[in-house]
């Protein structure tokens, strides 16, 4: 079972036919690429041509709007190379010269019965029906093979379609050909089966157009090109050239308001490609704006076509691409001068450079005495051993408690003793000088206060 169709971009129906030009365009600079199941095959088909060769074509069943799009160009091209084109116009020009010659002949048939009956007009007469004859076997054979040219052009394109696509197109086609009533793309019906031709044909297609694309899909499609493109950065300039060139080729096949229900007499067909002066000033203006600046400089006129520009926007492009590089060494150089932006670090050394200054390398602690004579070696030096001496000996103080004569503030020492009394001495002295000092005062203030008043 075949996946029918998506409308454009994951839009509805109902959206698309608002034809409101901000929704998404119908076929986007960036194709999608998630519509197409990674594990369906794609079948092809050999097809003979004109020239005698055969060419592979594919059979399309599902895929996004441009891939359809692009597979109906690709089977009006193949239509095109098997000459069914050019023979229904040969065949169609050839019947309506047959038609013209028996209306002519009937219109000079009439006008000589009313002149008079003799033998002259009798062999006129036999000369007529010959004449008559072989302008109806013209008209018939010419009807033939434009009948057989028509019928394998609309072969050709179901041939090319399956699944839900396929299923589309005979519905389309059944009711153009074969109901009591039709309606082309505009939407107005018709009394009576429609034969095929030329004109039916491209209904048709216009109608299974219509199941995909939305009815004014070529004015939102020119709105994007002309609105909605910027040229990505990792984009060259060649390669945004020809993809705006293939978006550009692509109006020509979308459907237009104008032949839709919506139209009115004023409306202007949108599925026209645009013009190589109009393309070309498309896409400067899609560039950045120091792209834009760089072109005007050098140029005082408009470009006249994409293939004329190509090389001038190559030009800037190296000029730009050469620019950024220097920008990006001058950053670079500048982040090696100064990696970190700021205050520099506590301690860091000033001048801008924020390196630290290299910590000092531990030394290992040895004690040859110790290590000779027993012992924990690497805990001291030998210079501070108090477990032997220089001879070897023990010292005896080597975990033994510490004499008082290091100690003479601990309690019960002499030495702490006799501190502590001092300082008890002292601080009474202290106070008999304070206490003497301020009955001085007393004395003294006592004695001017009795002279004043007397």
Not at 98 to 106: G, I, N, S, W
Not at 154 to 183: C, F, N
Not at 269 to 278: L, M
Request: proline letters at 6%; one cysteine or more.
């Amino acid at each position: 079972m075949s996946v029918p169709l998506k409308s454009p971009d994951g839009l509805k129906d109902h959206e698309c036919e608002k034809g409101n030009l901000s929704h998404r365009p119908p076929i986007p600079y960036v194709p999608p690429t998630d519509l197409l199941p990674a594990t369906s095959k794609i079948e092809t088909i050999k097809i003979k041509v004109s020239d005698g060769s055969t060419v592979n074509m594919k059979i399309f069943s599902i895929g996004s709007p441009e891939e359809y799009l692009s597979h109906i160009v690709a089977v009006l091209h193949l239509i095109d190379r098997k000459g069914l084109r050019e023979q229904s116009k040969t065949f169609y020009g050839e019947m309506r010269n047959a038609t013209a010659a028996l209306q002519a002949l009937k219109k000079r048939i009439a006008e000589s019965k009313d002149e008079a009956n003799d033998e002259a007009s009798e062999e006129e007469s036999e000369a007529d029906k010959v004449e008559q004859t072989q302008s109806q076997d013209i008209f018939k054979e010419a009807k033939s093979k434009y009948v057989k040219a028509i019928e394998a052009t609309y072969e050709v394109m179901r041939t090319l379609l399956a699944g839900d696509p396929l299923t589309q197109w005979d519905r389309i086609v059944k009711e153009m050909h074969e109901s009591d009533s039709w309606a082309g793309p505009d939407g107005k019906e018709h009394e009576g089966s429609r034969l095929k031709c030329s004109k039916a044909f491209s209904d048709c297609l216009e109608l299974h157009k219509l199941t995909v694309f939305s009815p004014d899909a070529a004015e939102r499609q020119r709105y994007y090109i002309q609105q909605g493109i910027r040229k990505p950065q990792r984009a060259s300039v060649r390669q945004f050239i020809q993809r705006m060139q293939q978006l550009s080729g692509y109006l020509e096949f979308l459907p237009t308001l104008k032949n839709s229900s919506r139209a009115v007499a004023t409306t202007k067909k949108g599925n026209i490609p645009f013009e190589a002066a109009d393309l070309a000033s498309v896409i400067l203006a899609a560039l950045p704006l120091s792209w834009q600046n760089q072109y005007n400089l050098t140029h005082s006129t408009v470009p006249e076509s994409p293939r004329v520009l190509t090389p001038e926007l190559e030009n800037i492009e190296r000029v730009m691409k050469e620019r950024d590089g220097e920008k990006h060494k001058s950053k670079d150089k500048a982040a090696v001068a100064s990696p970190t932006k700021g205050k520099p670090n506590k301690g860091s050394p000033k001048g801008g450079s924020f390196k630290t200054a290299p910590k000092k390398a531990k030394t290992e602690k040895y004690c040859q005495r110790c290590k000779t004579h027993g012992g924990a070696h690497n805990t001291h030096n030998t210079s501070e051993c108090r477990r032997y001496d220089k001879d070897g000996k023990p010292t005896g103080q080597f975990g033994s408690k510490s004499s008082e004569k290091h100690k003479p503030f601990k309690k019960g020492g002499k030495k702490g003793l006799a501190y502590m009394t001092s300082m008890l001495e002292a601080i009474a002295k202290g106070q008999k000088k304070a206490a003497k000092g301020k009955k001085r005062k007393k004395h003294t203030y006592d004695s001017s206060s009795d002279s004043d008043s007397e």
